[in-house]
Nanobody, 123 residues
Framework: QVQLVESGGGLVQAGESLRLSCSAS????????AGWFRQAPGKEREFVAA????????YYADAVKGRFTITRDNAKNTVYLQMNRLKPEDTAVYYC????????????????WGQGTQVTVSS
């Protein structure tokens, strides 16, 4: 079992930046893929970014490519999402998740989820 806790959300203006953090506890976190997903009101939860256990692989949704960066510090059991040039359409609850696979971008492969952190971008 692994527990995930997100932090770093908030209210910002369009064009500004935020960095989300996800701290993990429980089973070994460093051997598995980690990802960020988001869910806006009235919409399905969608994939944002993923990083492999070794940090050698990353993948981004087209909507955030070039603006968001996912990183991880396995020694600290923490995954980060640096979000730059934020847009109003980035407004959502952001969820951290981890898989039991070393690399995947499929939502169905992510077994453990945090409680989410709200990001609101005003225009």
């Amino acid at each position: 079992q692994v527990q995930l806790v997100e932090s770093g959300g908030g209210l910002v203006q369009a064009g500004e930046s935020l960095r989300l953090s996800c701290s993990a506890s429980g089973r070994t976190f460093s051997s598995y893929a980690a990802g960020w997903f988001r869910q806006a009101p009235g919409k399905e939860r969608e994939f944002v970014a993923a990083i492999s256990w070794s940090r050698g692989l990353t993948y981004y949704a087209d909507a955030v490519k070039g603006r968001f960066t996912i990183t991880r510090d396995n020694a600290k059991n923490t995954v980060y999402l640096q979000m730059n040039r934020l847009k109003p359409e980035d407004t959502a609850v952001y969820y951290c998740a981890t898989s039991t696979l070393p690399w995947t971008i499929r939502r169905a492969d992510y077994n453990y989820w945090g409680q989410g952190t709200q990001v609101t971008v005003s225009s």
